[in-house]
């Protein structure tokens, strides 16, 4: 369902109704207080005015200085009420959110830059939380104002009432003008303020590479662009605002003007007291703020629309998996094949484990629903095209080609990363695309020639996601040693507590690699996928890997550019440009592989 302002308010902010109620509570007390003080300040300058004993007068100051302090401690306590809820919302959406992009699909994540995303995560949810609580506060204590001071004033002298409203009802003209220039600039301003931050987190992230190839200055000219556009829409923005909130405040200033007049001018006639004129005065001061910070309520109130609309990209996401009743549950979204009795649950159960046919894969399709075989190659350039295999229970598969064949692209599709088309690739008989995606990668466990690790320790590293397993530190030990890196970390000052940095930053390449191979065996999947997992590993360490691979009882699939891998492997697979072009044993097409 697309998130709209309205929905987003129904789904945070009601549940937070009692605060919001108390506040508005403890809000109203706060302006009957404060518009109780005029009146008294009234009867003292009446006084002085007829010159009256002034004695009396004494227990009036004391009784305004009284009512001032508790308006200043209902007025906090309306402030924390109505704040509060707005933080609560804007956390709660937040987590939301974020638990939401965990679950969509890699694919469709594809679509959103990572610095967009993190700015509609934290931008945006900024603007809901601030129209929630500031926009909110503001608008009530108008309308409290508008109530209950335009009632004072049309008790005191309805001609005077009218005529100073006169110019602040001019206010609503001007906002009612400005709201459409303030919805777009804000849409717009937003979009560039994402697109800026996406352009500066691949900067963090690849200042590296950046640096290696000295070209700061190159990728700086490029970010200057998207940050002008960001100066631009500001621009744009301040300027109605410039031209708004001065013309309140000068609206404002002629209401006072009014009643200076007009007041006079009764006062002369004997229809109006001094006293009355000062009322009229705070009253009109009273609610010049809250009608000048009307341009600003609507402001948030614009941007909070547009944050709505950028967030609902993300609520509207498919996702791969529903949490239900507090358990992830597998949406199901696409309908099952029931033409195709390979793919039914109720197969017979066999030694295969997985099987590929006639496979036809490119990333032009990527996000789009596939029927049949994915299309027809004379129209479309295939990444993969034509792959055909069956993997037993304990069989070892290679996969060799060139940088670009197509061998990470296929461990994707094998993995659900990227959705294969419907009918192409089965896991013990059934279509992967009627599974769990989960349950699927527990059971296919891939390792990524690319390695991402996160900051914390090692020990961390390791154990996450199977927090709830009870592994023991003989199990990390194990996996550890299986992966040839047990006796470094032993190494290490702080050995499994050492923090390993961003991305393994403190791990050279080959460390980063094992690491990820003991994580890897720690999950102890039925199937091992490895991409190339062996690349930055020593001649040495690749021996004792492969012939940890194939001692190992399981399956694996290994893609490697380095020939000795993949010797002992029951069947190779030679990939070039997305298509098998040769498969069989070691003996039978290593004349192959070396010509290649």
């Known amino acids: 369902m697309t998130i709209t302002l309205a929905s987003f308010t129904r789904r945070y902010a009601f549940p937070l109704w009692g605060w919001y109620f108390c506040g508005l509570v403890a809000l109203a007390a706060t302006n009957l207080i404060m518009l109780r003080i005029p009146q008294l300040a009234k009867t003292i300058v009446n006084a002085v005015a007829e010159s009256r004993d002034l004695a009396p007068m004494e227990q009036v100051a004391l009784a305004i200085i009284g009512l001032g302090l508790l308006q200043i401690v209902i007025r906090s306590l309306s402030r924390i009420l109505i704040f509060w809820p707005g933080r609560t919302l804007e956390s709660a959406a937040k987590s939301d959110l974020f638990s939401r992009v965990m679950r969509i699909p890699q694919q469709v994540l594809l679509k959103f830059g990572m610095g967009d995303l993190i700015s509609r995560l934290a931008n945006d949810m900024g603007q809901l939380r601030a129209f929630f609580a500031f926009a909110f506060l503001q608008a009530a204590n108008l309308l409290f104002l508008a109530v209950f001071t335009v009632n004072q004033m049309l008790a005191a002298h309805s001609g005077l009432t009218i005529a100073c409203l006169a110019p602040l009802a001019l206010m609503i003209l001007i906002t009612k003008f400005s709201m459409p220039r303030l919805q777009k600039f804000s849409r717009e301003n937003q979009d560039a303020v994402g697109q800026l931050t996406t352009r500066v987190t691949e900067a963090f992230v690849n200042v590296h590479v950046l640096q290696a190839n000295a070209a700061e200055k190159a990728f700086v000219d490029r970010t200057e662009s998207d940050n002008s556009a960001v100066y631009e829409t500001n621009i744009k923005l ?27 001018y009764e006062v002369l006639a004997g229809r109006l007291t001094i006293g009355d004129i000062l009322a009229f005065n705070i009253y009109i001061g009273l609610l010049s703020f809250p009608l000048t910070a009307l341009g600003f309520v609507l402001a948030l109130y614009q941007r909070a629309v547009t944050a709505a609309e950028r967030i609902s990209a993300i ?33 017979p159960p066999s030694k295969e484990l997985l099987r590929i046919a006639n496979l036809n894969w490119c990333f032009s ?63 013990q008989g059934v279509d992967i695309l009627d599974m769990d995606p989960r349950e699927l990668r527990q059971q296919v466990g891939l390792a990524q020639q690319t390695v991402h690790l996160f900051s914390d320790t090692i020990e961390a590293n390791l154990r996450l996601g199977l927090e709830d397993r009870g592994l023991t530190h003989g199990d990390l030990e194990k996996a550890a040693s299986d992966a040839q890196i047990l006796d470094e970390i032993r190494g290490f000052e702080k050995g499994w507590q050492t923090e390993i940095g961003e991305n393994g930053i403190r791990l050279s390449g080959g460390q980063k690699q094992r690491l990820a191979l003991a994580r890897l065996f720690l999950r102890k999947p039925k199937l091992m996928v490895l991409d190339d997992v062996l690349s930055a590993v020593d001649h040495l360490t690749e021996a004792r890997l492969t012939d940890f691979f194939y001692r190992k009882s399981g399956s694996l699939i290994i893609a490697s550019n380095r020939p000795s891998a993949l010797q002992k492997c029951d069947e190779i697979l030679i990939l070039e440009r997305g298509a098998v072009t040769a498969r069989g044993t070691w003996a039978e097409i290593a004349g192959h592989i070396r010509s290649i």
Not at 242 to 262: D, E, K, R, S
Not at 384 to 394: A, V, Y
């Open 315 to 347: 609520d509207d996401a498919p996702v791969e998996y529903e949490h239900v009743g507090g358990t992830p549950h597998f949406t199901g979204t696409r309908p099952a094949s029931s033409s195709s009795p390979s793919s039914s649950p109720s197969s």
């Open 365 to 427: 399709t990527i996000g789009l629903e596939h029927q049949g075989n994915a299309g027809d190659q004379s129209e479309t350039p295939f990444q993969l095209s034509g792959i055909n295999l069956q993997i037993q229970e304990g069989q070892r598969i290679g996969l060799f080609g060139p940088i670009g064949s197509g061998k990470s692209t296929l461990f994707s599709l094998i993995t659900r990363i990227f959705d294969p088309p419907r009918g192409t690739i089965f896991w």
């Open 238 to 264: 301040v300027f109605i605002r410039n031209v708004i909130f001065p013309l309140m405040t000068c609206l404002a200033g002629l209401a006072q003007v009014t009643v200076l007049f007009y007041g006079g």
